[in-house]
């Protein structure tokens, strides 16, 4: 089998970067901070050309830049990478999404104040290096989780992923962040732990010596035992997407998190959950991910309109944009599960575009809580007048988040909501009420935050730097150019979600021309 | 007596064929333990440490070669009384190097004043003679022979095919580590009472074990595992007999396993003996009671696995319930670290319950990934102290991180390994025993993973602690490790990253071992 190393050297890229950081001294902060950025800006530009080189054509094998090892012969375990599109996507995503965090919390951690939201009791001098040295090695289990075609080894990254994300968010974060890195922990490691049940499970019953995906589709029988595997796969996603009811972690620990932390958990880390259910759930379980569909369905559904609720609610900023996610995992779930090429495309592009329009939010959530050293929102008011551009870029990142047509999360969240109307009519008119949810929870806070009576606090802020506007800008441009040109990364997708619905057993339904005048069926 | 009748009677006795070269390991240390005695007694005081130190690393050294060299011999000897098979082997080297850092851990001479521990064991708490002592910078050294004593009754235990060879192996290995519990240099006290405690109650096992013996005995008319194995098969005595015996057999084995519910003893003498003992009895103990457990199950009553499989189950089930739930509201780390080790005496037993090749080699791999981790694990707490001695207590642990990072990583590692994520050598030696059980026992593995999540939380705690929190007032400080005691911690973390990135060799060899000689 040919090698091809250039998967390869994405993988590795971040891991080398983050060795370099870890190693350098307390006091070269600066240089730590530069070459955290040069690195990060290399993996997005490297993952940017593997996506032009990726072949769409209709010949092209499933799996492309695949480069496959030996790890543990005992358990038929390799080191495996490889990407197809939905891969692809999400893995530019969330290394397009690391330089903007590298940048917009570039003085996060230079004064001496305990957390962004300024000094805690004990306030102390966080060691700067090591934050992004933490930053680079969840870059490297991210794009591990997203590209291995080992069922062992994304167990491996999907559970070492937690380790970086829990000192981010322990050693960098708010005020209750020991609570918060403990919850995160212990949900992701129960639901982790369910999915290595699994695991084993898959390995015994398919008789299968390898755990290599390829050799994994399609073995797994019939029945109760495939029901109860797809469980242990789908809890563990459930918990990590998350999913209602398994939600509970995400609003304390996006809170807590440092805005830079929040937005890689939330828009990258999140993704994976979505991700594991199209590439590990519906392939190796068809019948019972058929079997379990419509409560799944269901359970989007209530977390579309009971996340929107709450995040209306909230008066905690980062709090609010975690339950605004939450609802958004819903409208990807309908998508996945809704088993038709434009709901799995859609959600696939939800994704993506989630990643980027959220990633955006807190990063711009973060700025103005860097200002105002509060979370809450009821401290700010009026702020348009003293900081224009920041409100325009808040602006512009909420009105993506309730996707606004001409934003890309437009196309994806209407083509999630045909693509669940040509199965599920009634599902997808409730979840069309959480597009009237989400403008209310985003403009309500815009409104609060930016509009009305300016607040004291307020009237001190200064506008956004050249160096936070580069943090954010580029994320909204990307934001707008899908919105009005999709089509490359749909070319990219739309392969992808095929072969999973071939592998579902399930094609798009038949239009039905006749049905309006009671038709032949 | 005629010439002609001697040599009739010498036929009949029979003395049996010994296989000398396949038993050096336990020759050598047995031989080392006895130089040390002699050391002891003919070498002036202020030589006897130095010497004692050679004696100790080099016997286990060369008995660790040994074994190496009789790599792939399968053989029983002595009238089938001792096996050296694979799994036999594996577990001796296992033993060794586990009982080479111990030795490592127990020569400390830079942390405590001189050495962790006392000199006098017998003096009375509390009087002026002990008050005069937790100054003095007098060493005594009788524990490293006590050591190699025990060591050379763990290498016989989990090769015996024999109930009563393996009773002696017992006793070998368990009247030293009585001793050694009570000579700690702090908190004599503790330390006398850990050592009366475990003595009481080993007492106790040891007679349920001959007890088993006696009823087994009764059954099928000998001792010997491949025997009664037969009998179970042929004979037509009551077979109350044979499940009493095995009942009270294990009631001794799972004892000494420190495995729910004849745990209660850990805790305590975990706590109360000088820690670098406690790392010894934590690791080498557990895994040649386990080995014992094997041989017991897999050679004596393999065929009647249908009788005793439910028993093994109940018992891990307790087992890891215990060790996960009553870790929880611990605040000693000690203690803590005494029932995570209840925890994974259940773990293993699950890959017992495989009864497969699988299953031994499995079994095999864990004990090889804990026995390092949680002796390493005990090496650090040596090394945080206040002016009492260690400062095991959990709040002392607060803020670590940030006066030693060092230390603090190296317990993290430690302790990621045995909450079992993956990259470390814990993750890989669950995976190995929860697969091999899983096709005979998938509920049971189940709940060990949700035990494992459970345990996962005091794990958890002290990274929380040592990282998140702020130090206290007047905390503890943390001693700079002499070299003994850095090799040992260097090599414990060391094979603790290692394996659970390229297990594979090790994984190879422990298949290869997955080997009971009947």
Not at chain 1, 231 to 238: E, N, Q, R, S, V
Not at chain 2, 172 to 186: D, E, N, T
Request: hydrophobic residues 55%.
């Amino acid at each position: 089998m040919s090698q091809n190393y250039a998967l390869v050297g994405l993988v590795l890229l971040p891991l080398v970067g983050s060795a370099l950081v870890f190693a350098l001294g307390e006091a070269q902060a600066k240089l730590a901070k530069q070459l955290t950025l040069l690195v990060s800006l290399a993996a997005a530009v490297y993952a940017i050309v593997l996506c032009f080189e990726f072949d769409t054509g209709s010949g092209a094998s499933r799996f492309q830049f695949s480069a496959s090892w030996n790890w543990i012969r005992a358990f038929g375990v390799h080191i495996a990478f490889g990407v197809d599109g939905i891969a692809l996507v999400l893995v530019t995503m969330a290394v397009v999404l690391v330089p903007a965090v590298v940048l917009a919390s570039w003085t996060s951690f230079d004064s001496r104040s305990g957390s962004e939201e300024g000094p805690t009791p004990y306030g102390r001098r966080r060691s700067v290096k090591n934050y992004f040295a933490l930053l680079l090695l969840l870059e490297f289990f991210m794009i591990g989780v997203f590209t291995a075609t080992d069922v062992f080894l994304f167990y491996v990254f999907f559970e070492a992923m937690l380790v970086p994300m829990y000192f981010i968010i322990g050693s960098f974060g708010g005020p209750r962040r020991q609570y918060a890195a403990m919850k995160f922990f212990l949900y992701s490691l129960v639901g982790g732990l369910l999915m290595l049940a699994s695991v084993i499970g898959l390995f015994v019953t398919t008789g299968s010596r390898s755990f290599a995906l390829t050799d994994l589709i399609g073995k797994v029988p019939d029945g109760a035992t495939q029901k109860w595997l797809f469980l242990g796969f789908f809890i563990a996603f459930a918990i990590k997407a998350p999913l209602i009811p398994f939600h509970t972690w995400l609003p304390d620990a996006g809170a807590e998190a440092p805005a830079g932390g929040a937005a890689l958990l939330v828009g990258v880390l999140d993704k994976v959950g979505t991700f594991g259910f199209l590439r590990y759930c519906l392939p190796l379980f068809p019948a019972a991910s058929r079997y379990f569909a419509p409560t799944i369905l269901i359970l989007s559904v209530i977390g579309i309109l009971y996340a929107g609720f709450l995040a209306i609610g909230q008066r905690d900023m980062k709090r609010l944009v975690a339950y605004t996610s939450v609802a958004h995992f819903g409208f990807i779930g309908l998508g996945i599960f809704a088993f038709t090429t434009q709901g799995g495309t859609g959600a696939v592009l939800y994704m993506v575009n989630h990643g980027l329009s959220t990633g955006a939010l807190f990063l711009v959530v973060g700025l103005l809580i860097a200002r105002g050293k509060s979370r809450n929102v009821d401290d700010y008011g009026g702020a348009a007048k003293v900081t224009p551009i920041l409100a325009g870029l808040f602006l512009l990142a909420g009105l993506s988040a309730l996707a606004l047509p001409g934003m890309s999360t437009f196309i994806s969240e209407f083509l999630v909501l045909v693509g669940t109307f040509t199965r599920h009519k009634g599902l997808a008119v409730l979840a069309t009420t959480g597009i009237v949810l989400a403008a209310i929870y985003v403009l309500y806070l815009y409104q609060r935050t930016f509009q009305g009576v300016m607040s004291e606090r307020v009237a001190k802020f200064r506008d956004v730097n050249v160096r936070e506007i580069l943090a954010v800008a580029p994320l909204i441009a990307l934001i707008i150019g899908l919105g009005f040109y999709p089509k490359p990364v749909l070319d990219i997708i739309n392969p992808a979600v095929k072969a999973t619905l071939t592998d579902v057993h399930q094609t798009d339904p038949a239009p039905k021309l006749g049905t309006a005048h009671g038709g032949t069926k | 007596v005629s010439p002609l009748l001697l040599a009739d009677g010498a036929q009949t006795i029979n003395a049996p064929s010994v296989s000398y070269h396949a038993l050096t390991p336990i020759f050598i240390v047995l031989g080392a333990a006895l130089l040390g005695v002699l050391a002891e007694g003919l070498l002036p005081r202020s030589e006897r440490y130095a010497a004692q130190l050679v004696i100790s690393i080099g016997g286990l050294v060369a008995a660790g070669i040994a074994v190496g060299l009789l790599h792939g011999t399968n053989e029983s000897t002595i009238s089938n009384a001792l096996a050296v098979d694979g799994a036999g082997l594996f577990l001796q080297g296992t033993i060794i190097v586990l009982a080479l850092m111990s030795v490592l851990l127990v020569a400390e001479r830079s942390v405590d004043v001189v050495s962790p521990i006392v000199a006098s064991a017998a003096v009375v708490v509390g009087s002026p003679a002990d008050r005069e002592l937790s100054r003095s910078s007098r060493i005594q050294t009788e524990i490293f022979p006590l050591l190699l004593f025990a060591v050379s009754g763990m290498l016989i235990f989990p090769i015996s095919n024999n109930l009563i060879l393996m009773f002696v192996a017992l006793e070998v290995l368990s009247l030293p580590l009585y001793l050694m519990a009570g000579l700690s240099r702090r908190r004599r006290l503790q330390s006398q009472e850990a050592a009366l405690k475990y003595f009481l109650l080993g007492a106790f096992a040891s007679a349920f074990f001959l007890y088993g013996i006696a009823l087994l005995y009764g059954y099928a008319n000998s001792v010997d595992l491949d025997v009664i194995l037969n009998a179970s098969r042929t004979s037509n005595k009551p077979s109350v007999l044979l499940y009493l015996g095995l009942a009270l057999l294990l009631v001794g084995v799972l004892f000494k396993a420190g495995i729910a519910p004849f745990h209660s003893w850990t805790p305590d003498v975990y706590q109360g003996s000088p820690t670098p003992v406690t790392a010894f009895m934590a690791s080498c103990t557990k895994v040649a009671a386990f080995g014992a457990i094997l041989r017991v199950l897999y050679v004596g009553f393999n065929t009647t696995a249908w009788n005793w499989r439910p028993i093994i189950w109940a018992v891990a089930i307790a087992s890891m319930a215990v060790g996960a739930i009553f870790g929880l509201t611990q605040t000693d780390l000690k203690r803590i670290l005494a029932y995570s080790s209840i925890a994974h005496a259940g773990f293993i037993l699950v890959g017992v319950v495989a009864l497969t090749k699988d299953g031994i080699s499995s079994v095999l791999f864990y004990l090889l990934t804990y026995g390092f981790s949680t002796l390493a694990a005990f090496g650090v707490l040596t090394l945080v102290r206040d002016a009492n001695g260690e400062a095991t207590h959990l709040s002392q642990w607060s803020g670590l991180g940030r006066k030693s990072p060092t230390v603090a990583l190296v317990m993290t590692v430690l302790l990621m390994s045995m909450a079992g994520i993956p990259l470390t050598a814990g993750f890989v030696g669950k995976f190995a025993v929860f697969r091999a059980a899983y096709h005979v026992a998938a509920p049971l593995v189940v709940m060990a993973l949700v035990f494992s999540a459970i345990a996962a939380f005091y794990y958890l705690r002290i990274v929380v602690l040592m990282f998140f929190a702020e130090p206290p007032e007047n905390g503890p400080t943390i001693a700079i490790p002499g070299w003994s005691t850095s090799v040992a911690l260097t090599f414990g973390v060391l094979v603790t990253v290692v394996l659970g990135i390229v297990p594979q060799p090790i994984l190879d060899l422990a298949s290869k071992a997955g080997k009971l000689v009947g």
